[in-house]
């Protein structure tokens, strides 16, 4: 069984993949379309990422 910071750094880890993986397709997205590259949807999960862990920090 995982420890509770074991727990919290693979939730990380996660969130880290996720906010790359959305910055990657609206990276492509501007690639194919000829537009700017939209960077909200990636950033939006790495701030909600450092809220969470700096919430977790307080308990």
Excluded: D, H, W, Y
């Excluded at 397709?25 to 700096?54: C, K, Q």
């Amino acid at each position: 069984m995982e420890s509770p910071e074991e727990q919290e750094n693979r939730k990380i880890a996660l969130a880290v993949e996720l906010g790359v993986a959305c910055e990657l397709v609206s990276a492509f997205e501007a690639l194919t379309s000829n537009e700017e590259p939209n960077p909200g949807v990636g950033l939006l999960v790495l701030i909600l990422l450092l809220n969470v862990r700096r919430n977790s920090r307080k308990q």
